[in-house]
């Protein structure tokens, strides 16, 4: 529900913009667009200590790990601060508090960032929806279904802004908009047979009708609710809730 469009539209997007600085030493390490690049520094798989099972390669293979989530979480902050377009791999290791050179022996280029973020937090969406869009949800009155569907949405984009940067960008890499574009098509699917489990004598038209509607308010919502914060943050939730219901009680009963 990140984003409102009618179903099977997929939505074409550009493909994104790589870089942001000059390309990287030859000697850095270079991984894949699609995700991170672990440099044998840090795997540890160049020593010979590997072979003989101890446990220093562990040990730097989670150093290397956790070297990823901070650039991870620098770039989210600085994707969140200037918009993707705008972002550099150099911005991104001064907030990660690294050099260019440590970025570039895990990631490539700013595309490849942005791939394994964008990974990283369509997973997390997948997560939080599938425990929003429940099958018992259709045993509580709306209201109460409003919520239980609605509150975990809302919070993931609230704690994460990072993803609707990355998803609703026009020069997002593509592997990222078309992993949005199929979750999104799910969530449809699931509003769908909610819908159908409320009103089960509506035609399926209709019903897709209602369902891109939702999205529609849910989506002009969220955008108000991740302008403001505290107190009217909370008033925008409730706005959103009450639009919504206003719109399916009729329906509904």
């Not at 911005?91 to 973020?117: C, D, H, M, W």
């Not at 098509?185 to 489990?197: H, K, Q, W």
Request: net charge negative.
């Amino acid at each position: 529900m990140s984003e409102a469009r009618a179903k099977g539209t997929g939505g074409a997007r550009g493909t994104g913009g790589a870089g942001g600085t000059a390309n990287p030493p030859a000697t850095s390490g270079a991984g894949s667009a699609g995700g991170s690049a672990h440099s044998a520094s840090d795997t540890g798989s160049a020593h010979p200590e590997a072979a003989a099972g101890t446990t220093r390669p562990r040990r730097r293979q989670a150093r290397g790990e956790a070297r990823i989530t901070q650039l991870l979480k620098a770039a989210a902050n600085v994707f969140c601060t200037t918009g993707y377009t705008a972002a550099s791999t150099n911005a991104i290791a001064r907030e990660a508090g690294v050099s260019p050179g440590t970025l570039y022996q895990f990631f490539p280029n700013k595309e490849a960032i942005a791939v394994e973020l964008g990974d990283q937090l369509l997973n997390r969406w997948r997560e939080t929806y599938g425990a929003a869009f429940l099958p018992d949800h259709l045993t509580l009155p709306l209201d109460r279904m409003l919520d239980a569907t609605l509150d975990p949405l809302i919070a993931f984009n609230c704690e994460n802004p990072a993803f609707t940067v990355l998803m609703h960008g026009s020069e997002i890499p593509g592997t990222i908009a078309q992993g949005h574009d199929a979750l999104h098509m799910t969530m449809l699917d699931r509003v769908e047979a909610i819908l159908g489990g409320y009103l089960p004598d509506t035609p399926p038209d209709q019903i897709t009708r209602i369902a891109n509607m939702i999205f529609i308010l849910f989506k002009g919502g969220l955008d108000l609710i991740m302008a403001h914060e505290g107190d009217e943050r909370e008033a925008y939730i409730r706005e959103l809730k009450t639009a919504l219901l206003r719109y399916l009680e009729p329906l509904v009963c």
